[in-house]
């Protein structure tokens, strides 16, 4: 865990279903109000903007982010997950100002801890522990990390999950989802159903801690046949004191990645190549990827040199079948075989029969395009390649036309999530790396 301790805002979470709906549907009020008074004021000058013009105001994209923060649970997880999954659907300055939320969250009042820790360990909970620190080191969506001793002498990561995140699940996300659409920030014509679904499950297996306690444990023993487990630290489940709102594990030692990169840029290379390599292990070896690309899932811990890897609420186990269809989707691609790579994307589930050719074609161009490292002979520069911008450009010329276009599985929107968020990195810290070594000895092994 990290040793530096920003500091955070605090508020009280609300946990009743009405009292988050309440929160919801001020939030749609006052955007409702702002864009009135805008538009009387440009109407007053002669002026005649669009509604969208009034609705995408750094004011209104501002208060929607803040006020999925301070709700955290579903509504901030489901921000979090449409920022980074919607794609050319959003506008971009909702994805932006919705990328908020994955580097900030609103921490607990003492008061509400306490309450929280009661109603887990009991009136006398802190007798479990020699000590225990009320400031957090890390918040997020659904839940913030506390620092503690055991009796034992072992330093200790708390995670406490927020009151009222697991019964307001299914509510938050119908309300929030109505909300973004009926300020105009999601197209009514989208069909992100799908995803919605998707994102209803992993949040209903994120919020049981017990149950990510146990895919903690099963990632350690995967980890054993990865070629570069030396270089990488995960941490022990402690069992006896969790339950299904508090995770308790081994506490370890490290800087923020983001952090690390920025200030050690020659580490990059390293760390993304151990990523990279880490990604074509966990889909062709082990068959469970952490899909979650967040940064803050890292930290670097510099005197043992290694990465520190944590939050496995977003491990997601796929099929051997699934798998070897998409390796070999992933195959044609690497090859350059447009042919084959149709072939290969409609068994998985890409098309519809009857789909638009011009949209069968864009999904073709943008799957070739971001296959581009894995056709590249030795390091791939993305600190220099334009590829996102050039997928962006490919994917704005999608139709809208519901009629047209078919949501892809959403076992491949989550492989993608967190492709697509490794590449982003990489960009974003210059790496030079090799992707087409490590892609070929992992689907080698798989073929094997």
Same mark, same amino acid.
């Given at each position: 865990?990290?040793?530096? %301790?920003?500091?955070?805002?605090? #508020?009280?979470?609300? !946990?009743? =279903?009405?009292?988050?709906?309440?929160?919801?549907?001020?939030?749609?009020?006052?955007?409702?109000?702002?864009?009135?008074?805008?538009?009387?004021? /440009?109407?007053?000058?002669? %002026? =005649?903007?669009?509604?969208?013009?009034?609705?995408?105001?750094?004011?209104?994209?501002?208060?929607?982010?803040?006020?999925?923060?301070?709700?955290?649970?579903?509504?901030?997880?489901?921000?979090?997950?449409?920022?980074?999954? &919607?794609?050319?659907?959003?506008?971009?300055?909702?994805?932006?100002?919705?990328?908020?939320?994955?580097?900030?969250?609103?921490?607990?009042?003492?008061?509400?801890?306490?309450?929280?820790?009661?109603?887990?360990?009991?009136?006398?909970?802190?007798? %479990?522990?020699?000590?225990?620190?009320?400031?957090?080191?890390?918040?997020?969506?659904?839940?913030?990390?506390?620092? #503690?001793?055991?009796?034992?002498?072992?330093?200790? #990561?708390? %995670?406490? !999950?927020?009151?009222?995140?697991?019964?307001?699940?299914?509510?938050?996300?119908?309300?929030?989802?109505?909300?973004?659409?009926?300020?105009?920030?999601?197209?009514?014509?989208?069909?992100?159903?799908?995803?919605?679904?998707?994102?209803?499950?992993?949040?209903?297996?994120?919020?049981?801690?017990? /149950?990510? +306690?146990? !895919?903690?444990?099963? *990632?350690?023993?995967?980890?054993? +046949?990865?070629? $570069?487990?030396?270089?990488?630290?995960?941490?022990?489940?402690?069992?006896?004191?969790?339950?299904?709102?508090?995770?308790?594990?081994?506490?370890?030692?490290?800087?923020?990645?983001?952090?690390?990169?920025?200030? $050690?840029?020659?580490?990059?290379?390293?760390?993304?190549?151990?990523?990279?390599?880490?990604?074509?292990?966990?889909?062709?070896?082990?068959?469970?990827?952490?899909?979650?690309?967040?940064?803050?899932?890292?930290? *670097?811990?510099?005197?043992?040199? =290694?990465?520190?890897?944590?939050?496995?609420? &977003?491990?997601?186990?796929?099929?051997?079948?699934?798998?070897?269809? *998409? +390796?070999?989707?992933? @195959?044609?691609? &690497?090859?350059?075989?447009?042919?084959?790579?149709?072939?290969?994307?409609?068994?998985?589930?890409?098309?519809?029969?009857?789909?638009?050719? &011009? @949209?069968?074609?864009?999904?073709?161009?943008?799957?070739?395009? #971001?296959?581009?490292?894995?056709?590249?002979?030795?390091?791939?520069?993305?600190?220099?390649?334009?590829?996102?911008?050039?997928?962006?450009?490919?994917?704005?010329?999608?139709?809208?036309?519901?009629?047209?276009?078919?949501?892809?599985?959403?076992?491949?929107?989550?492989?993608?999530?967190?492709?697509?968020?490794? *590449?982003?990195?990489?960009?974003?810290?210059?790496?030079?790396?090799?992707?087409?070594?490590?892609?070929?000895?992992?689907?080698?092994?798989?073929?094997?």
């Amino acid at each position: 865990m990290s040793n530096d %301790k920003p500091q955070r805002r605090s #508020a009280a979470v609300p !946990q009743g =279903r009405f009292s988050r709906m309440v929160r919801l549907g001020g939030l749609a009020g006052r955007i409702a109000g702002n864009v009135l008074a805008d538009g009387s004021r /440009h109407l007053a000058q002669g %002026k =005649r903007p669009a509604i969208n013009d009034l609705l995408l105001t750094p004011r209104n994209l501002t208060q929607v982010a803040d006020k999925l923060a301070t709700m955290r649970g579903a509504a901030m997880k489901v921000g979090q997950l449409i920022s980074m999954d &919607a794609g050319t659907v959003l506008p971009r300055e909702l994805s932006s100002i919705l990328d908020r939320l994955r580097q900030d969250a609103v921490i607990m009042p003492s008061a509400q801890l306490v309450s929280v820790l009661e109603s887990n360990w009991g009136e006398e909970w802190d007798r %479990k522990l020699a000590r225990f620190s009320f400031e957090p080191v890390a918040a997020a969506s659904i839940g913030q990390v506390h620092e #503690a001793l055991s009796h034992d002498g072992e330093r200790l #990561a708390i %995670k406490i !999950q927020y009151p009222g995140v697991r019964e307001s699940i299914d509510s938050d996300i119908a309300n929030v989802c109505s909300l973004l659409r009926m300020a105009g920030l999601l197209p009514r014509s989208q069909d992100i159903e799908p995803l919605i679904d998707e994102a209803r499950y992993q949040l209903k297996q994120e919020a049981d801690y017990r /149950h990510e +306690g146990t !895919q903690l444990e099963h *990632y350690r023993n995967l980890l054993t +046949g990865f070629a $570069r487990r030396d270089e990488l630290a995960i941490p022990g489940f402690h069992q006896a004191l969790s339950t299904d709102r508090i995770l308790a594990m081994d506490y370890l030692d490290g800087e923020p990645l983001e952090q690390i990169l920025t200030v $050690r840029p020659d580490l990059a290379n390293r760390v993304l190549s151990l990523l990279m390599e880490l990604f074509f292990a966990e889909l062709f070896q082990f068959h469970a990827v952490q899909t979650d690309p967040n940064p803050a899932n890292y930290l *670097y811990n510099r005197a043992e040199d =290694r990465l520190v890897l944590l939050d496995f609420g &977003a491990v997601r186990h796929f099929s051997a079948d699934f798998v070897g269809r *998409y +390796g070999a989707a992933l @195959n044609a691609a &690497a090859d350059n075989d447009r042919q084959q790579l149709a072939h290969a994307l409609e068994v998985l589930g890409f098309f519809r029969s009857g789909a638009d050719v &011009a @949209n069968r074609d864009v999904v073709l161009d943008i799957f070739l395009m #971001a296959a581009e490292p894995l056709r590249q002979s030795g390091p791939y520069d993305f600190g220099a390649s334009d590829l996102a911008r050039r997928i962006h450009s490919r994917g704005m010329s999608v139709s809208k036309d519901p009629e047209d276009w078919h949501t892809p599985p959403p076992d491949v929107l989550f492989l993608h999530r967190k492709m697509a968020g490794l *590449y982003l990195m990489a960009a974003r810290f210059g790496a030079k790396i090799d992707v087409a070594t490590p892609f070929k000895m992992a689907l080698g092994a798989e073929v094997d």
